[in-house]
């Protein structure tokens, strides 16, 4: 692979990637290792990171595996303390793990609601509280919330999803004011139907509920898209990774759409 060109650099720069066992977090963690960064992966379970982060090094990037539930509100802190002592301290916090619920508004129930917003919104604001003092001090520093078109516009059947990636753009913007001068910028990624084991393990919970065969599940959701087709992580990823760079420096408080043109129809 060749040297990223300078924009493009992390080279230095350390990355922590939460929720890197899978999907767009994976790939992020090697889209940002490939430009240079040394890149530290979380997850629930160690177990489930080594293949990425066996992926970061074959970059030739280090890569430090730390695992953490992000609904214990000790972990922030923790986490970074394991990432700081193995390769740094973070220049760059990707906020990629998510939960998903579907069903009628009427049958979600508190639980539900509080799963999502655990997930979704207050473990990206506890990882944010922790690394911001360090970009503060240093006068660099990004923040990358992976959100969703979900956090854009209403959607049927999925209220705590739609509602909680609404809170998680304007986190982003808030922070991207609060942060605004500093060096530090606060992004988000909203990404439309990316082909990922999240949308598989609902493709069941939609054919339930709309009364569809599973089989009909995915070709309904791209009807709706006009390049027709899944988005792949690594698209996504490698948007991530611009936003990390020194290229995105005046950009901040921007939740950017990745969908095929989902959002157009």
């Known amino acids: 692979m060749s040297a990223p060109t300078p924009v493009a650099d992390l080279s230095g720069r350390c990355a922590l990637v939460v929720g890197a066992s899978r999907g767009i977090g994976a790939s992020a963690a090697t889209a940002l290792a490939a430009r240079g ?5 979380s997850a629930r379970t160690a177990a489930s990171l080594h293949g990425v ?5 074959a ?6 595996v730390v695992a953490a539930d992000v609904t214990d509100p000790d972990s922030a802190q923790r986490v970074l303390d394991e990432v700081t002592e193995g390769l740094g301290p973070v220049d760059v916090l990707v906020y990629a793990t998510g939960q998903s619920a579907v069903g009628r508004f009427e049958d979600l129930s508190d639980d539900d609601w509080r799963r999502l917003y655990e997930v979704n919104v207050l473990g990206a604001v506890r990882l944010a509280r922790a690394v911001l003092p360090h970009m503060r001090d240093q006068g660099w520093g990004r923040v990358i919330n992976v959100a969703s ?22 986190l982003t913007r808030c922070l991207a004011l609060e942060t605004a001068g500093t060096g530090i910028t606060v992004n988000a ?10 949308v598989q393990q609902a493709v069941p919970l ?15 959701l791209l009807s709706r898209v006009p390049l027709g087709r899944l988005l792949q992580p690594d698209e996504v990823a490698q948007l991530i990774g611009y936003l990390a760079s020194p290229a995105a420096g005046g ?8 969908d095929g043109g989902l959002i157009l129809v």
């Open 37 to 41: 960064a040394r890149v530290a992966v």
């Open 53 to 57: 982060a066996d992926q970061v090094r």
């Open 59 to 64: 970059t030739g990037a280090e890569a430090h």
């Open 149 to 170: 078109t979900a956090a854009k516009y209403g959607s049927k059947l999925q209220s705590p999803y739609n509602a909680t990636k609404h809170a998680l753009l304007g």
């Open 189 to 198: 990624v909203c990404p439309g139907f990316v082909d990922t084991e999240m």
């Open 206 to 220: 939609w054919a339930t509920q709309l009364g569809v065969p599973e089989s009909a599940v995915i070709p309904g």
């Open 251 to 258: 950009m901040t408080g921007q939740g950017l759409t990745l």
